[in-house]
């Protein structure tokens, strides 16, 4: 640790006001109850049970965050495993659930190479695995006897599974699979926990049986000695390197040279083959699977908003201490103006205060069509009445909650992953020349958060299957067979009132909002039709239409949660009359900044009226953002992020920015280099300290 800074040094103080009097003030001009909205956006449980945690982690010396920017990747993800098996013994002897060892995670902050092994191998075992598999491979690695990871994208392929090119070969004659990787590009890549601390995998393979190829299924396939770490005999397997961020996980790489491989380790709870016939065997309702793909994506929504509140808690906070200029229009010497103030910063920051908060509901509510989904499934199961394939092509778009799921899930992934990683880079620039920093907190935090834009399906190419799902709900309605769900709600409603046309009161009726938001999907979802059915158009020249029809169709799903929340009495009875009205300025900015931004759709499809267009630019944003600018500071607090979870200078609850930036900065370790700085000397740095002449 470089020695401290001398006494004068550390008697200065910054100029006044201090942040600790701004940061005061702006709570100070706001009635928000902080408690009861943190409380409605995460349970009293949930914030207790975060309490609880933080104290213990805190004081753990092994969780001490003090070095996390200065560290090259080797230390860091070598400090990241000891974190992770910390946590694991912590767990274990204080007997957490799954919740706590997951909220555990949450306030580390940063992936750790357990990370797939705890939620995707775990995960899958267990909803793939059948009870003879759970015996074999679930119990030892619940127990982390067994550390895993999931195998499924490779060098060559991503996204797209059915592509996969490693092979898994049946034998009948010794009853075993030969895993092969036939090419270089047929290498696993990417796969998180699998570079240095795996040793077992769930390998997506493709099945072949008796030369015909039947998809990909998954495997469990040991790779490393369980005693010597060390891999197995026709294995190859690392880490791939250092990347843009995420650089505490070991993702990493895995080649297979005709690797044989139990009958038993096909995971076979959905499909499986006959030990003595060597028949591959289907199961009564496939579907399970697809639906339980839905989970990562159900999450990733969810999370979503929680993503951006630390970025938009860190800027807000800053730009509340931050001052820079006087105000052309003030009267006399009134110093200069929090940055806060400026027009610019808040048509920057309040929409994502409001998206942040959209967001979050929007999750919950995903979640809630996901656990409905698989209780119906589950239940459709055991009648024996489901009998369709696994794949999307299989679902009956507009018929049943499955289809409505996944197109549902594919399109808020792309949009709330897209919110939200977007979102900090603007929170960062919104933080002036201090958000380049590491030490700003959102730098960090944003290179960690922008894999979720890719991973579990490109955003760009979720959006097809948003629009196929959409396509083909507009030919069930047009053909008089539309279901009784929401999709197919909206788009016979737009058929019904096509020709009298809209008349949407959006700058003074919420509900009249959400219907705007929901014609402009069907008209572009008719559109869509027309160009594909009627004028006969390739699926490659509409992808542009078809991604913008996707992200109408997910921000019209966000309003329309958001606007169920904020009027539900769930809300209503949680709050004061006060903060709920609050919550219907934060509906109106999301939504109407949402509008304005896409202004050219809603005004072709006739939703909307230029007036109403060029209101809802010049007075309805711009007077919800000065009446959202009181509560700030207040609506972020409610967030209940910890300091020691944003580990942030910008974004001290205390408003104490400067004094830590300056403290961290003069305990950078590379003030402990003391460099040779003359191109004639070899060196590079002095040996010893120079003595000092007297």
Request: no cysteine; aromatic share 10%.
């Given at each position: 640790m470089p020695s401290p800074p001398p006494a004068w040094v550390q008697a200065l103080k910054p100029a006044d006001p201090q942040g600790s009097q701004l940061l005061s003030q702006e709570r100070a001009q706001s009635k928000v109850d902080v408690d009861r909205l943190a409380e409605l956006l995460h349970t009293k449980e949930s914030l207790d049970r975060q309490d609880r945690l933080l104290a213990l982690l805190q004081a753990d010396p092994v969780f001490d965050k003090s070095q996390n920017h200065t560290l090259g990747r080797t230390e860091r993800i070598q400090k990241s495993l000891g974190k992770a098996k910390r946590l694991q013994q912590l767990a274990e002897k204080n007997n957490w659930s799954m919740e706590e060892l997951h909220a555990a995670n949450e306030l580390l902050g940063e992936p750790t190479p357990y990370g797939l092994h705890a939620s995707m191998f775990l995960v899958?075992?267990?909803?793939?695995?059948?009870?003879?598999?759970?015996?074999?491979?679930?119990?030892?690695?619940?127990?982390y006897q067994i550390l895993g990871c999931y195998a499924q994208t490779e060098l060559g392929h991503g996204s797209n599974v059915r592509g996969l090119e490693t092979t898994a070969t049946w034998n009948q004659d010794d009853k075993t699979f030969t895993i092969h990787s036939p090419t270089l590009t047929a290498s696993k890549w990417w796969i998180g926990s699998l570079g240095r601390t795996a040793n077992h995998a769930v390998v997506m393979a493709q099945l072949y049986i008796g030369g015909?190829?039947?998809?990909?299924?998954?495997?469990?396939?040991?790779?490393?000695?369980?005693?010597?770490?060390?891999?197995?005999?026709?294995?190859?397997?690392?880490?791939?390197?250092?990347?843009?961020?995420?650089?505490?996980?070991?993702?990493?790489?895995?080649?297979?040279?005709?690797?044989?491989?139990?009958?038993?380790n096909m995971l076979a709870r959905f499909s499986s083959i006959d030990k003595q016939t060597g028949k591959y065997l289907r199961p009564a309702s496939p579907t399970l699977v697809y639906g339980t793909l839905t989970w990562v994506r159900s999450n990733i929504v969810l999370q979503a908003g929680g993503v951006l509140a630390r970025g938009v808690t860190i800027a807000t906070r800053y730009c509340a201490v931050r001052k820079q200029f006087q105000d052309r229009d003030a009267q006399g010497n009134v110093g200069e103006n929090q940055v806060l103030n400026y027009k610019m910063v808040q048509v920057r920051l309040l929409p994502l205060l409001a998206s942040m908060y959209a967001l979050h509901f929007t999750g919950r509510g995903m979640m809630r069509l996901y656990q409905e989904n698989q209780k119906r499934m589950k239940a459709g199961a055991q009648s024996g009445q489901d009998s369709r394939g696994a794949g999307p092509e299989e679902l009956r778009a507009g018929a049943d909650l499955l289809a409505d799921l996944h197109a549902t899930s594919c399109g808020l992934k792309a949009l709330a992953s897209t919110a939200a990683g977007e979102g900090l880079e603007v929170c960062r620039r919104a933080c002036g020349g201090h958000g380049y920093s590491s030490y700003s907190g959102i730098g960090p935090w944003y290179s960690d958060y922008l894999p979720t834009l890719t991973w579990e399906g490109d955003n760009y190419m979720l959006t097809q299957q948003v629009a196929r799902y959409l396509l083909k709900s507009a030919r069930v309605v047009l053909a008089g067979k539309g279901a009784n769900n929401d999709t197919c709600q909206i788009l016979q409603t737009y058929l019904d009132r096509r020709d009298k046309g809209a008349s949407f009161d959006v700058l003074e009726v919420d509900s009249d909002i959400v219907a705007a938001f929901a014609w402009r999907t069907a008209h572009l979802t008719f559109e869509a039709l027309k160009h594909r059915d009627v004028e006969k158009r390739s699926w490659n020249s509409l992808l542009v239409d078809f991604w913008r029809l996707s992200t109408a169709h997910s921000q019209y799903l966000v309003v329309k949660n958001f606007h169920e929340a904020v009027t539900s009495p769930h809300l209503t009875s949680a709050l004061d009359p006060e903060t709920t009205g609050l919550m219907h300025k934060l509906f109106r900015l999301y939504a109407l900044h949402t509008l304005e931004r896409e202004a050219a759709e809603f005004f072709s499809s006739s939703a909307v009226t230029t007036r109403q267009i060029s209101l809802a630019q010049t007075n309805a944003v711009m007077k919800l953002l000065d009446d959202i600018r009181p509560h700030a500071v207040?609506?972020?607090?409610a967030w209940k992020i910890p300091d020691w979870q944003l580990d942030s200078s910008l974004g001290r609850y205390d408003g104490e920015v400067y004094p830590d930036l300056f403290r961290r900065a003069s305990q950078n370790p590379v003030n402990d280099l003391v460099f040779d700085p003359y191109p004639w000397n070899e060196a590079v740095l002095k040996n010893t300290p120079p003595k000092s002449k007297l």
């Open positions: 899958t075992l267990r909803e793939q695995g059948t009870p003879e598999q759970h015996k074999l491979f679930l119990e030892r690695a619940q127990n015909k190829n039947y998809g990909p299924h998954p495997f469990v396939v040991q790779v490393r000695d369980l005693q010597t770490h060390q891999p197995l005999e026709n294995i190859y397997v690392g880490d791939i390197g250092p990347k843009f961020g995420y650089n505490t996980m070991d993702n990493g790489f895995l080649l297979f040279n005709h690797v044989k491989i139990p009958h038993v207040r609506l972020v607090d």
